[in-house]
Structure formats: structure tokens, C-alpha cells
């Protein structure tokens, strides 16, 4: 294989991203992703059985999936499961685009609450790039949020609907911060992209191309600009020198047969369960116990989002599953209030209501639809008339909660599967507890004649941040300010592994605007990427 100045390993949120903003400077740049391109023809959308495919095929979890593409992944020792998609695009296909970004106070958590670390770098150093990323996402949004600093609008927000109505009703009776969501969907035609048309099919990939999914975003433009992309590739090591550089990567092609490929800068940009699992696996008589590793902390402090849920039942008709999932959230509980038994906070997420099939597994699970008699008369009762809210709840960096390479498990081509050890804090806990409490109190409020919760949720493992943190200290981090391993002087990091803490938002925003920040970093240094 030719040589190239820039490997990208993953073709998702991040690697699209750093790849789009390093074409400029006209190096040889090649993505390695071991997914492939899913045609919009091929979603779950075009056909009656959607619903049944979202378990399927087309299913967030990798172990029910088992597609070529994916990886198996060992998580009995976590009561959430990963969710991911091998793709390019990544999780951005089978996402439902709520576009929040991180806060400022998520930056300096240490320095407000006493609890974590600060980051390195603030989200005045970030909010360029956030703006960038929203015009090429192209965000919806209402500006004037009074949660965030300002921000501009870049696209009409979604329609609210009914549940919207409802739910920001509410809210205002209890006196209680709420907005309209930032969703990465055109409301309006945008780049090439058609409007969203309320299907309701997010999460099982935006047929319409009204959903940012980064195969439809960076990708057409990077392509453009000569980056190569490979598809069906699964890289097994990232291969280093005598002096401690990495020089490329072995992976096996779309035949099976193994490759090298050599390369000037190798950039990482596998999700928090991919990248550790990559830098873990490579080893050397350098780097024995895993790539960058010098810390430890490779695989350490794995953060998700747990999320609690809350759902009510309602006497009239609403939007059923047909918009948008999001279509609005609230604020008032993000930040640390001494007066309650937890530090940090949440966002809670307001949604519409379910399909036919989910609405009657949910209902049967959650005891609202009998069998025999009555069986239909329930499901007529609670179809098209529910409306729910999830809280994502922050989660801190512990040392305990971490990913390493499973002794036994492996995938199709013998590489060790990750796996995953996790336990919810305390303080995560006594949060989804706060959470539900006044969830109910919301739901009341708007007039919920039933209502039913579950925490966490164990499907919900959507956000995987903190396997390889950020920081200026080589022996509290894995990477330094601007991505680069402390380590290797040409391997980089761009994506949510590098998390410092979780916040209590989607990343997707946040892990653009880093990889973003880490290719301005790249370029402005290019002359003098390697000096210590």
C-alpha cells in the first residue's frame, strides 16, 4: 500500500470531521473504516417491518446486530450496554440528532464543584468550532437559550407538535427552564439535504437525508477534496518504530487478507470502546502493557449518560412516533446545587411517543396491555397517546469504570473484543432518583393519567467518553491539550475518549468541535508536529 502523510482509523462523527478540515492542506489523507456505506434505499423506513429491523439489523446494540461490520463486545459487567454503529457515518446513521452542546461549567468542574478534573481547554477555546460544525450539520435551533451563552441560529427550530405544547405547558406552570431542542435535521431545504417530513424514523437512519448523518455531511465535501476512504477494513494494531513513532496500522481488507499500511500521522477516531480497544491491543517491547499507555489510563474511566425515563399516558390524541424524537428540553436541573444530595446534573429530553410494535412491547412489559380479553382494547387506550422524557444524567470519571481486552472473546478475525466494567456511582443513582421524582411532578402537571419509570436504562449505552482523557500532566492523561498521545509524537485522538467528564448533554456536538480543534492544532503546527 502507497504510504500516506495522514491515517484516519473510523469514518464516524469525529474522523469525518478532522479529515473534512485537514484537506486543505492538500496532504495524502486516507480514513480506514471497518464498516461500509449504507445506502438510504437500505433503511428500515422503506419498508412495514421498520420497527421489527430496529431489533435487527438495524438494531443500536452490536451484539444483536452481529453484522460483519461489527465487533463482539463483552458487557455482562455493566447494567448499560454499549450502543454503536460500524459505518461510515458511524453513530451518526441510527443517532436522533438532539444537537446540545456541552456548557461552559462542564469545562470546570473540578474548579466549581471539587469534583473530577478541569479540562485543559474551555468553551471559549471550543465556540468557533461549535459554529462550524453547526453550519456544516446544519443545526436547527431557536436562538436565545438562556442555559448557554449566545448562539446563532443556523436553520427554523423543528415543530414542536402537540407533545411539545404540552410539555412546555407544563414546564411554564411549574416555573421550570425549558426550550426548543437543537436537533441536527433540515427544517428546510439545506446543502442539498431535503427537510425533514416527520416521518419519526431517527433512529433507524433519516431516508429522507433530512438527518446530519456525517456520510451525507463532511464526507461528499472531504471526497471531494481528494481524502481517500476504504471501506471494509478492521484494523487489528497501530505498528511503532525503535524510536517510539507510530508508522501505520495492520488491518485485515474487505478479503480477509492482512495489510500494512504505513503512515506519517496516525489519528484515532474509534469511539470511547473502539479506540482503547485499538491502543490496548497494540503492543510492543516499548509499549507492554498497550499503546500511549505509559498513564495506565488507557481503558480507564469509562463514562456513559445514564439515563432515566419517565412516561405518561394521556386521555387525547397526540403526534404518536410521527416527527422528530426530541422536540424539546429542559435545563433547570444541569448544574450542582448544594441544597440536593448529588453533585452535577442532567438534562432531560422531551419526546413524542412510540411505534405500534414498541408501544405494545412497552405495554405488556410495563403492565398497561393485558392478554386475551381486553388485549386490544388497552393497546387502542395508550397507541398515539403518550408522551415521554428521558434524563441524561452526568456521569463522573472513576477509575473502577474502564474497558480492557477480553482473554477470550473475539471477532471474526481473532482480535480480542473489549470488555466492559461498569458500576453506577452513588451519585448517578441518587440523581435518576431526583430525576423521576420530578419527571412525575411534570407529567401530573400536563395531565398524565398514568405514568411509568425505569432507571437506567440498559439499551442506553449511546455515549462512550473517557478511555483516553485529555490533560497536560503524562501521568493523569493519555493525550495532551490538542489530541496528541504524550507517548507517540505523530498519534492523535479525536474522539469522545478524550472526554475529561461527561457533562450532562449528547457529546456529538462537543466531540466535533474537538476534532475540529485538534485539525486547527495539527495544521497550525505542521512545520513542527513532532517537537517535544
Not at 525503535?242 to 488491518?251: H, L, M, S, W
Not at 496516525?266 to 499503546?291: E, K, Y
Request: hydrophobic fraction near 40%; aromatic fraction near 10%; charge should be negative.
Amino acid at each position: 500500500m502507497e504510504p500516506v502523510d495522514v491515517l484516519i482509523i473510523g469514518a464516524g462523527a469525529s474522523g469525518a470531521a478532522v479529515a473534512w478540515s485537514l484537506a486543505e492542506t492538500r496532504m495524502r489523507i486516507l480514513c480506514l473504516e471497518q464498516g461500509d456505506w449504507v445506502r438510504q434505499s437500505e433503511f428500515p423506513s422503506h419498508g412495514r417491518d421498520w420497527e421489527e429491523r430496529q431489533y435487527g439489523d438495524f438494531s443500536i446494540s452490536p451484539n444483536r446486530r452481529g453484522l460483519p461490520a461489527d465487533y463482539p463486545i463483552h458487557e455482562d459487567d455493566s447494567p448499560i450496554k454499549v450502543a454503536n454503529y460500524n459505518a461510515v457515518g458511524g453513530g451518526t446513521i441510527l443517532y436522533a440528532a438532539h444537537f446540545p452542546r456541552m456548557h461552559p461549567s462542564d469545562f470546570r468542574v473540578r474548579t466549581l464543584d471539587g469534583v473530577a478534573d478541569d479540562w485543559p481547554i474551555s468553551y471559549q477555546t471550543l465556540e468557533p468550532y461549535f459554529e462550524l460544525n453547526d453550519r456544516m450539520m446544519g443545526v436547527a435551533s431557536l436562538a436565545g437559550d438562556p442555559a448557554y451563552p449566545p448562539k446563532a441560529a443556523i436553520l427554523p427550530p423543528l415543530s414542536m407538535g402537540k407533545t411539545g405544547r404540552l410539555f412546555g405547558k407544563a414546564m411554564n406552570q411549574l416555573g421550570w427552564h425549558w426550550w426548543p431542542a437543537d436537533a441536527a435535521i433540515a427544517t428546510q431545504a439545506y446543502e442539498g439535504r431535503a427537510p425533514c417530513i416527520h416521518l419519526g424514523h431517527c433512529i433507524a437512519g433519516c431516508s429522507q437525508g433530512a438527518k446530519a448523518s456525517t456520510d451525507i455531511t463532511y464526507w461528499p465535501e472531504a471526497l471531494r477534496q481528494r481524502v481517500a476512504l476504504r471501506t471494509r477494513c478492521r484494523v487489528r494494531e497501530i505498528c511503532t518504530n525503535r524510536d517510539g513513532r507510530a508508522t501505520g496500522v495492520i488491518y485485515y481488507d474487505e478479503l480477509g487478507k492482512e495489510q500494512f499500511q504505513a503512515a506519517e500521522v496516525v489519528i484515532m477516531a474509534c469511539n470511547g470502546i473502539g479506540t482503547p480497544r485499538l491502543l490496548l491491543n497494540s503492543t510492543s517491547s516499548r509499549f507492554p502493557h498497550g499503546l500511549a499507555n505509559s498513564s495506565g489510563l488507557v481503558g480507564k474511566r469509562l463514562m456513559f449518560h445514564p439515563y432515566a425515563l419517565a412516561r405518561g399516558y394521556f386521555d387525547e390524541p397526540l403526534d404518536g412516533y410521527r416527527g422528530s424524537h426530541i422536540v424539546a428540553w429542559s435545563q433547570e436541573f444541569y448544574e450542582t446545587d448544594r441544597s440536593r444530595d448529588f453533585v452535577r446534573g442532567f438534562t432531560w429530553q422531551f419526546g413524542r411517543g412510540q411505534g405500534p410494535v414498541q408501544t405494545a412491547m412497552s405495554g405488556m412489559a410495563w403492565g398497561k396491555i393485558p392478554w386475551g380479553d381486553g388485549h386490544h382494547a388497552a393497546f387502542r387506550r395508550i397507541f398515539d397517546r403518550s408522551a415521554g422524557m428521558l434524563a441524561i444524567c452526568e456521569d463522573l470519571p472513576e477509575l473502577h469504570n474502564r474497558v480492557e481486552l477480553d482473554p477470550v472473546l473475539k471477532d471474526a478475525h481473532g482480535i480480542p473484543a473489549p470488555k466492559i466494567h461498569y458500576r453506577l456511582s452513588e451519585n448517578s443513582k441518587r440523581m435518576m432518583a431526583f430525576a423521576q421524582t420530578k419527571a412525575e411532578e411534570i407529567l401530573i402537571t400536563a395531565g398524565a393519567r398514568d405514568i411509568v419509570t425505569e432507571s437506567p436504562l440498559s439499551y442506553a449505552g449511546w455515549h462512550l467518553m473517557g478511555t483516553a482523557r485529555m490533560g497536560q500532566d503524562p501521568e493523569e492523561s493519555v493525550v495532551n491539550p490538542w489530541g496528541r498521545a504524550h507517548d507517540v509524537k505523530n498519534l492523535f485522538v479525536v474522539d469522545a475518549s478524550v472526554f475529561v467528564t461527561s457533562g450532562g448533554v449528547n457529546p456529538t456536538a462537543t466531540i466535533q468541535a474537538i476534532a475540529l480543534y485538534i485539525a486547527d492544532q495539527i495544521k497550525q503546527r505542521l512545520t513542527h508536529l513532532f517537537d517535544d
